[in-house]
């Protein structure tokens, strides 16, 4: 009988494609079968199935856990205080262990990654980011809905283009040296992917509104983060999309610009900006992402 893990990362699409990387090499390594669920009813991000936007490359990596639910439910778990009720959990952030418990029983919904296990279904409800987030790239592809959107993005800029990325709500990015370096430089056409309505209206108020281009619904943002999506709603749809098309028109422009961040946890870059730097890095990587 096939063996599994329940894996739940809350958090951005960086730290999501860093969980799946990070959890898809001990389901090789265990015999065990992932499964993905970025639509838990308690979670506090993203809240739609992955598999919308992306088809997994490996039979082994079920990026839909809705339809697994009742089959999931009657298997031995670890950690063992969720047997029974998988489903039913309330997770909560403690920052002393960096991750998120179970709100019942102050426990750690994870498990050891070193470790071996006998349960059947191992749970992890996780945050946490890091660069091998790009090597899940490899594991998935874009769905039609993905590539329409680009499609029609890249139609509308047309031709070539630069882009930048600024985070500027939880974390803070000091951009306007950039973007008089931008001017200055002449530059066309940039693409700004940002959490920030204020940042967009920046660069158009120096660059020109005719040569800034920016697509992602920034109404409400509420000082918070853009991947966090509480409310499941249409708002919340299009965010999603809008973070998984952002991450790729910046790979696809001619040159990239990401700026150092300020903010909690002393990260010296946006998780997301590196990711986007990577992947405009490694064409062929990008090229098999899009096929």
């Known amino acids: 009988m096939s063996k599994f893990i329940l894996l739940r990362p809350d958090s951005g699409l960086n730290d999501i494609f860093f969980a799946i990387e990070s959890y898809a090499g001990y389901a090789e390594q265990t015999d065990r079968i992932l ?22 490359r490996s039979i082994r990596l079920i990026l839909s856990a809705g339809e697994h ?9 670890f950690p063992n205080f969720l047997q029974n009720r998988i489903h039913d959990y309330e997770s909560f952030w403690s920052t002393p262990q960096r991750n998120y418990c179970d709100r019942s029983s102050n426990s750690l919904i994870n498990f050891d990654l070193t470790k071996n296990y006998s349960e059947s279904l191992l749970v992890a409800h996780t945050a946490s980011g890091g660069q091998n987030s790009f ?8 769905n039609d809905i993905v590539r329409q959107q680009i499609k029609s993005k890249l139609e509308f800029i047309g031709g070539y283009y630069d882009a930048i990325h600024v ?42 509104e005719n040569r800034v ?11 918070l983060p853009l991947h966090r999506n509480e409310v499941r709603d249409q708002l919340n749809t299009t965010k999603n999309l809008d973070a998984i098309v952002d991450l790729l028109l910046l790979a696809l422009a001619r040159n990239l610009h990401i700026l150092p961040i300020t ?13 986007a730097k990577n992947l405009w890095t490694s064409k062929v990587m990008l090229k098999r992402f899009l096929s």
Request: charged share 25%; aromatic share 14%; proline share 1%.
């Open 213 to 223: 281009y920016s697509f992602a619904n920034l109404k409400r943002h509420d000082g």
């Open 263 to 275: 903010g909690p946890g002393g990260a010296k870059y946006s998780g997301f900006s590196l990711l």
């Open 35 to 56: 499964i993905v669920d970025t639509a838990y009813r308690n979670s506090k991000h993203f809240n739609e199935e992955l598999g919308r936007y992306f088809r997994s």
């Open 167 to 208: 985070r500027h709500t939880d974390y803070q990015t000091n951009y306007h040296e950039k973007l008089i370096e931008l001017k200055q430089a002449g530059v066309e056409k940039l693409f700004v992917a940002t959490d920030n309505e204020q940042v967009v209206q920046d660069f158009k108020n120096e660059l020109g």
């Open 135 to 142: 090597f899940t790239c490899a594991r998935l592809r874009v």
């Open 69 to 77: 639910y009742e089959f999931l439910s009657k298997l031995s778990v």
